[in-house]
C-alpha cells in the first residue's frame, strides 16, 4: 500500500470505512468499482486495519491506491451527534474528515451517522464565510434536459428559518452552475401550494426575499416561486429548496417508491408464462427503466456551505451505491468544487467554468 496520499494530478478521496449498515465490505467494494473507472483517483482509508488488510491484500490494484490508516473505533448509526461530537476523535469518520482539514485529500466520503458526520465536518472545516447554515443536496432523477434537479435541504437540520431557506437556495443555485453547467438556473421553493398565501410564515418570508435577490440586475439565478412535491421530478425547476425533515422525508419517499415500481414490474413480468415471454421482448427498455429509477446510482449527498467537500453516501449503499459516491466526489475534487462554491457564495461572483461533467454520468458504473 503506497505511503503518500498523492500527486499533483492525482485526486485523493479520504473514505470512512467503518461507517453505514453494511460496513467495510461494502465500502472496500465500491471503491474498487470506482478505481476501475476512475482514473487518478487515490484513497485514505480509515477503520479497522485487522478488519480492512485482508481485504485489500485480495484486490492488490485497490492496495496500490490505498493508503490505510488505522482508526481506533467509529461512530455508530445510531448515536447521537452532540455524544459523537464529544468522542469521536480519533474515530473512522473524524479522521477521515480531518484529513480533508489537513488538506491530505480533496474530499471526504462516508455512509455514516448523517448527524454526527454534518457535526463533524462543521466542526473541522467549519462553515464558509457567510453561511449560517449548511445543506445536503442530492441530484433527482428529473425530466429536465440533464436528467437530474438539485434537491436542498435533505436532512442537514431539520431547522431551517427563512435565511437559512435563501442561502439554501443561493448554494443550491451554484451547485447547480457548476455540477449542472447552468448559466441561469430556476429555482423553487418547495410548498403545500403554488399559491402566494400558502405555507408558513418562514416560507412567506423566504419567498418575498428570493423574488427581490432574483429580480436584482445580477441575478444568478431565476426564481419561480412556489413548487409542489411534484415538481422534484418535473422540469419547471432545476433546484428545489426545503427544509431538512421536508427533504428527508421526500427523499426516503422517493427510494421506497423506486423500490416499490422495480417489485412491482418484476412480480408483473413473471406472474403468466405469457407475462415471462414479454418480459424476454421487453428486456432492453426494462434495464434502461431499473437504471433510471434506481437511486444507487445517483448515490451521494454533498454537503454545502463548508470550507472543505464531504458527499455523504446512503446508509445502506452496496458496493454499487459506494461507487457512485465516489464517483461524484472524484468529480468534485477534480472541478475544485468546494473551494468554488464557497467562493462564489461569499463574493456574488458567477461561476465562469469548470463544471463537474454531465451529473448522468453518475448513473454510468461507478
Not at 54 to 63: E, G, V
Not at 252 to 267: N, P, R, V, W
Not at 285 to 313: E, H, M, Q, T
Request: charged share 20%; hydrophobic share 45%; with cysteine.
Amino acid at each position: 500500500m503506497t505511503e503518500r496520499p498523492g500527486t499533483a494530478s492525482e485526486i485523493v478521496v479520504s473514505v470512512d470505512a467503518m461507517g453505514g449498515d453494511r460496513g467495510p465490505v461494502a465500502v472496500v467494494g465500491g471503491m474498487a468499482k470506482s478505481a476501475a473507472v476512475n482514473p487518478g483517483i487515490r484513497f485514505l482509508l480509515h477503520g479497522d486495519a485487522a478488519v480492512l488488510e485482508p481485504m485489500l491484500r485480495k484486490r492488490p490494484a485497490l492496495a496500490a491506491l490505498t493508503e490505510l490508516r488505522p482508526a481506533s473505533g467509529m461512530v455508530a448509526m445510531d448515536e447521537r451527534p452532540s455524544h459523537a461530537l464529544r468522542h469521536a476523535r480519533g474515530t473512522s469518520m473524524w479522521n477521515s474528515i480531518d484529513a480533508v482539514a489537513r488538506g491530505e485529500a480533496q474530499v471526504a466520503v462516508s455512509c455514516g451517522n448523517t448527524g454526527a458526520l454534518m457535526a463533524i465536518a462543521s466542526l473541522r472545516l467549519r462553515r464558509a464565510e457567510g453561511i449560517s447554515r449548511p445543506a445536503i443536496a442530492v441530484l433527482w432523477p428529473s425530466r429536465n434536459a440533464a436528467g437530474h434537479n438539485i434537491v436542498l435541504d435533505v436532512g442537514a437540520d431539520v431547522r431551517a428559518d427563512a435565511a437559512s431557506l435563501v442561502q439554501f437556495a443561493i448554494m443550491g443555485a451554484e451547485y447547480a452552475r457548476l455540477g449542472l453547467g447552468l448559466e441561469r438556473p430556476r429555482v423553487g421553493l418547495l410548498n403545500v401550494g403554488i399559491e402566494e398565501h400558502k405555507g408558513n410564515s418562514d416560507r412567506q418570508e423566504a419567498h418575498h426575499r428570493l423574488n427581490a435577490l432574483a429580480g436584482a440586475p445580477d441575478a444568478r439565478f431565476v426564481y419561480r416561486g412556489f413548487v409542489e412535491g411534484g415538481d422534484i421530478t418535473g422540469n419547471s425547476v432545476d433546484v428545489i429548496v426545503t427544509d431538512g425533515f421536508t427533504g428527508n422525508i421526500a427523499l426516503k419517499t422517493a427510494e421506497g417508491t423506486a423500490k416499490l415500481i422495480g417489485e412491482f414490474l418484476s412480480e408483473a413480468f413473471r406472474a403468466t408464462p405469457l407475462a415471462r415471454i414479454a418480459a424476454l421482448f421487453a428486456y432492453g427498455s426494462l434495464r434502461r427503466l431499473k437504471k433510471r429509477i434506481d437511486p444507487r446510482r445517483v448515490n451521494g449527498g454533498v454537503f454545502l456551505g463548508l470550507n472543505g467537500a464531504v458527499v455523504k453516501s446512503h446508509g445502506s449503499a452496496d458496493a454499487t451505491g459506494v461507487a457512485a459516491a465516489l464517483k461524484l466526489a472524484f468529480r468534485m475534487g477534480k472541478a475544485g468544487f468546494a473551494g468554488k462554491l464557497a467562493a462564489r457564495v461569499a463574493s456574488g461572483q458567477p461561476a465562469q467554468n469548470g463544471t463537474l461533467g454531465h451529473p448522468a454520468g453518475l448513473g454510468k458504473g461507478a
